[in-house]
């Protein structure tokens, strides 16, 4: 039996909630700024970490042959196999991704999810593993923030340099195409506007040598 059953679900409280206006309008933003760069095409087979409710997933699925959707929470993805039906190109993964074994990915995306990885750099060669060569991995999230953000749940990451996460890409056989700051998200904490930057970085797999 896998490990799955035993990982905590932090989004219990929060998944049937979790399509709220902004969030549509945030995950709007990646799908666009990630559409403008990369054209999926019908034979891919695509992978997305942190699924949650599938407001990012969803908009790819239909563009691709495949997609397994991966998330650690049971309750987010509980609130995705509601929108799913019988025409669904899905395949869902509850747990890590470590957890999908395969070497047959196209094409992976997530976002504003990657803070939540403890072992970002595991998880990066473990992509350069399950990945053919010229696979595209696209990844959204914050850029270093002061931990604020979150500041009343205890996260992994308070965002990323994205020269290092970059560097990190690279050592594990990726070359780094793009990296670009494409939103900036404003939240009021304590009576005053912060505004936080959220990235996204393209990297394509290189042929192992």
């Known amino acids: 039996m896998k490990e799955e059953n035993k990982i905590k679900d932090t989004f219990v409280s929060k998944a049937a909630e979790w399509d709220s206006p902004d969030k549509v309008a945030m995950t709007n933003k990646f799908v666009n700024e990630l559409l403008s760069h990369i054209h999926p095409l019908p034979s891919w087979k695509a992978l997305e970490i942190g699924t949650g409710t599938g407001l990012v997933g969803l908009q790819i699925e239909p563009l691709v042959g495949m997609l397994v959707m991966e998330d650690t929470s ?8 509601q929108k799913l039906n019988s025409e669904s190109k899905v395949e869902i993964v509850h747990g890590e991704v470590f957890d999908y074994q395969e070497r047959d990915i196209d094409f992976v995306f997530s976002a504003m999810a990657f803070h939540h990885l403890p072992d970002v750099k595991k998880t990066i060669h473990h992509l350069a593993t399950i990945t053919k060569t010229d696979a595209y991995v696209a990844i959204g999230d914050l850029v270093t923030e002061d931990g604020s953000f979150h500041r009343f749940e205890p996260i992994p990451h308070c ?45 394509q797999r290189k042929e192992n040598e």
């Open 74 to 81: 049971e309750s987010m993805l509980n609130v995705l196999r």
């Open 159 to 203: 965002g990323f340099d994205t020269v290092l996460l970059s560097q990190q890409f690279e050592q594990a056989g990726f070359k780094v195409i793009r990296v670009k700051v494409y939103n900036t998200l404003s939240r009021l904490m304590d009576g005053e506007m912060r505004s936080y930057d959220q990235f996204m970085l393209i990297a």
